[in-house]
Structure formats: structure tokens, C-alpha cells
């Protein structure tokens, strides 16, 4: 094990275990979170899609680690995994980009 | 014949992985500073199993060679052009006897590249014959390897083959990663000379299924999740159509276990498997129903076992003294690849078992 990392590749096992602190809270969660991830209107493939997506942009380790797995053995290839994750990026650069309608119509406002 | 390789054999590679002693010590010896992997005989007893019996014999499966026109990355025969070893004649004729005599429903044919036998027409005629169901695990880039396998499809159909073909993926990146360069092109072309003689087609009595296994450290993911999209690609890209897909997990054995040791990953994909284990899938392994037969007439429990030179458990252990009754008595042997059988939703080579 690496002392000197805060992240630990072995602690993603882990997860399960955050119930030992408030079981009541982590049990809701766990269902709710298997829940979400059941096939429904959108597929599991797809949902395992969103979520390697999602974790890209909250930059989670564990998640990135484990929804690369999970998207591979839910069919995806590498192709998709790469496009999901620029979703992720474009909208992250939208969101700051967008926002710069609102620097233009100060500029607009106050600049001669 | 045209040769795909995504690497050689071990054993033209003389990777002391070609000896099934020094495989077994590897699967059974975590490398140095690990703890042990729990043994697969503990598992089963903590699940009510002391030993592992076999229930109503359905299928002989017979691997006529080790000879293939591709060297796969993930091939747990170590199969390739460089193989030798091919099922004779007479252990074929061995074979048709003890279908015949103890009225076998089904005879799975594997190899290698079954097609390359220079018997194997003439053993499916037989077994036609004989009335048995007839499988055909087929690796598809066979049929276009060379003009005299274009006329498979045609063969296949005739004599009413099921056919498990091989297909990682419907993307062309994953499955020649895995099973060498343009075999993808080639598998969707022999899937649409399948397609075009029937195989596949609604309303059509020929089977066409395909065999998916993950081309990495990875489990198979939902079975019924992954033929939806495998139907969904594969016909909007290529309209190719099929019937089932099966997903089989990779055991670590011969080239599959080099990748897992080679890659980093061996320890974790055993603890994987070791932590997936699931009961519920003992009643279905395929072991169960099976006996597996191998190029030079010895029987094993299954395909892995066969890999692994560890025949059946019983005095008659070749396909010449063949007596479903003796069998019937045996203990199957099991070992640390089991877990592979054994991990989540199962898996057999005919998919998930649960």
C-alpha cells in the first residue's frame, strides 16, 4: 500500500462498510443507489454511460475506477467510454463558456 | 489457409505456463507476500457440497484438436496453427459408440477450429445419424480462411448444426484485441454468409448464437443486457441477425492466465471470482451433465479440466471404455479455475447458468 497517496485503490471494496458508522443512513443509501442502477427506461449500459460521465466531472477515483470496469462489461467499448466523457468535458466548458454572455453584456454595459 | 494471431502459443513459446503442473501451482500459490486464495473445495463445503456429483448425462463434448487458424489472447486451449494434437479417427468412432449406446442426446463439437479435423464431416454425418443434436463451436473466420470452408454454411445447415461462433464484441477495437487483427471484418462477413443460408432468421429452424467473453480482467456483465445490444449494433451496422448470446467468463488458464499474470491483474481477478461466488450456481454447472472428451480419447469433466490434464476421476477414463454407469459414481474434480464457473450469474459454455 502506498503511504503516501490519500487514495487507496483497495479501499473501493470498502464502500459497502460506511454503514458501520450511521447503518441506517448507508443502508438507505445502498438501496437507493442499487435501485437507481437497475435496467429501467434507460438500459444499465447506458446508466453505467451517465455514471462514468458523472464521475469525470465530480473527479472521483473510486468511481472512475469502478464505472470503467462496469462499462466494459456492460458491452461498452472505448469508442463510447471516450465520447461519454467528452459529454462530461463539453459541458463543463459550456458551463464556464455561458457564462461569459454575462462578462459580454457588462462589457456592453460599461465600456465605451 | 489465412492465420490471425494476436499472439503464439505457449508452447511455441516454451512459457513454462504450457505445463499444466507448474498452471495448477500458479492457481493454487498466490505470488509471494499475498495471503491465500480460499480454496474452491473450502467453498463448496461451506455451501453444503463435500463432493461434487454429476447428475443425468446430456452432452458429450468432443474437442477434436487443438489446431485453429487464430492464436486468440484469452484462449484458455492454447489452440494456433502450431498445434498438432487432432482427435483421430478411431477416438472419433469410439465417440459415435458410446453416443450410440447410451443414447447421448447431444454432442458439442469444439476444438481448436473444429473444422479443421480432416474428419469432422465425416463425424457430423454420423452423429446426424445417429439422431443427436449436433453444436458446432465455431470461431467464424474458419469459413472465409479458404474457398474449401466457404461451403460450411451450407454443410451447418444440412445436417441441422447448432452454432455457438465466437464474437467478443460488435465493436471491431475489442475483438481484435483479443483474437488478432481482422478478425472482426472476417467474423461479420462469415455471420452474414450464416445469415444468408438461414442461420439466424426468424422463422428459420437453424440456430445461429454467439459466444461473448469479456476481452480483459473483467466479469461478463448482465447477459440479457449485453444480447440486446449486441442484436441492436449488429444489425443497424451490419444487419446481421442472430438468435441468443451467451456470455462466458475467462477462466485463468494457459493464455488467459499469461495475460492476468503479465498485465498485473491475476490476483485481483482471482479474488473477483473467489469473492463471487455464488451457490446457487452449483446445481447447474455444466460438469454436471457433461463429460468432456479430449483430442487423444481421454475424459474429463469439462473443457477447463481437459486444459489442465485432470481426467475424470474413475478407472475408465477413456473414451474406449466408456460406461455411463461407472461415470455416474464419480466425483468430479475441481480445482481453483472453478471459480470461474462458479462467479455471479455463472457461466458455462452455454452462458450464464442462473
Known amino acids: 500500500m502506498n503511504q503516501k497517496s490519500y487514495f487507496q485503490p483497495e479501499d473501493l471494496k470498502k464502500f459497502g462498510n460506511i454503514t458501520e458508522f450511521q447503518e441506517a443512513m448507508g443502508t438507505k443509501f445502498f438501496d437507493y443507489y442499487n435501485e437507481v442502477f437497475r435496467e429501467g427506461a434507460l438500459t444499465a449500459r447506458e446508466k453505467a454511460l451517465i455514471a462514468l460521465a458523472v464521475a469525470h466531472t465530480v473527479q472521483c477515483p473510486y468511481c472512475i475506477d469502478a464505472y470503467t470496469s462496469d462499462c466494459l462489461a456492460k458491452g461498452s467499448d472505448e469508442e463510447q467510454m471516450m465520447e461519454a466523457v467528452h459529454v462530461s468535458a463539453a459541458i463543463r466548458a459550456g458551463a464556464s463558456l455561458v457564462n461569459s454572455v454575462m462578462m459580454m453584456n457588462q462589457v456592453k454595459q460599461v465600456a465605451m | ?354
Open chain 2, 1 to 354: 489457409m489465412s492465420i490471425r494471431q494476436a499472439t503464439k502459443s505457449l508452447q511455441s513459446r516454451h512459457n513454462p505456463l504450457a505445463e499444466t503442473m507448474f498452471q495448477l501451482d500458479v492457481l493454487n500459490h498466490p505470488s509471494t507476500g499475498a495471503s491465500e486464495f480460499k480454496s474452491f473445495t473450502t467453498s463448496l463445503r461451506e455451501a453444503g457440497v463435500n463432493h461434487l456429483k454429476p447428475l443425468k448425462l446430456d452432452t458429450l463434448q468432443v474437442n477434436v484438436g487443438r489446431l485453429c487458424n487464430q492464436s486468440c489472447a484469452h484462449c484458455h486451449v492454447d489452440a494456433g496453427p502450431d498445434r498438432t494434437e487432432i482427435m483421430t479417427k478411431a477416438v472419433l468412432e469410439y465417440c459415435l459408440e458410446a453416443i450410440d449406446r447410451f443414447n447421448i442426446p447431444t454432442v458439442d463439437i469444439t476444438g481448436g477450429a473444429p473444422e479443421l479435423n480432416p474428419h469432422f464431416r465425416w463425424f457430423v454425418k454420423e452423429c446426424h445419424e445417429l439422431g443427436c443434436h449436433i453444436m458446432d463451436r465455431c470461431n467464424l473466420t474458419i469459413i472465409v480462411s479458404n474457398p474449401k470452408y466457404a461451403d460450411l454454411p451450407q454443410f451447418f445447415a444440412a445436417h441441422e448444426i447448432e452454432l455457438m461462433c465466437s464474437l467478443p464484441h460488435y465493436s471491431s477495437i475489442r475483438t481484435d484485441h483479443q483474437r488478432g487483427a481482422g478478425v472482426f471484418d472476417d467474423s461479420i462477413k462469415a455471420l452474414k454468409m450464416l445469415n444468408a443460408v438461414g442461420y439466424g432468421k426468424e422463422n428459420s429452424n437453424l440456430e445461429l448464437n454467439l459466444i461473448q467473453n469479456p476481452s480483459g480482467a473483467f466479469l461478463p456483465g448482465d447477459q440479457s443486457g449485453l444480447e440486446l445490444e449486441f442484436k441492436r449494433q449488429l444489425k443497424r451496422k451490419y444487419d446481421i441477425d442472430f438468435n441468443r448470446l451467451y456470455s462466458i467468463t475467462n477462466l485463468p488458464i494457459n493464455r488467459f492466465l499469461e495475460y492476468l499474470i503479465e498485465s498485473g491483474n491475476y490476483e485481483s481477478y482471482m479474488q473477483t471470482l473467489i469473492e463471487a461466488f455464488n451457490p446457487a450456481t452449483i446445481d447447474q454447472l455444466m460438469c454436471r451433465n457433461m463429460i468432456s472428451v479430449g483430442w487423444n480419447g481421454y475424459l474429463y469433466d469439462c473443457d477447463f479440466n481437459q486444459m489442465l490434464e485432470l481426467k475424470v476421476a474413475s478407472a475408465k477414463n477413456h473414451i474406449r471404455d466408456f460406461d455411463e454407469v461407472a461415470l455416474s459414481e464419480r466425483n468430479i474434480v475441481v480445482n481453483q479455475h472453478c471459480y470461474g464457473c462458479t462467479a455471479g450469474a455463472g457461466s458455462s459454455c452455454g452462458g450464464n447458468l442462473i
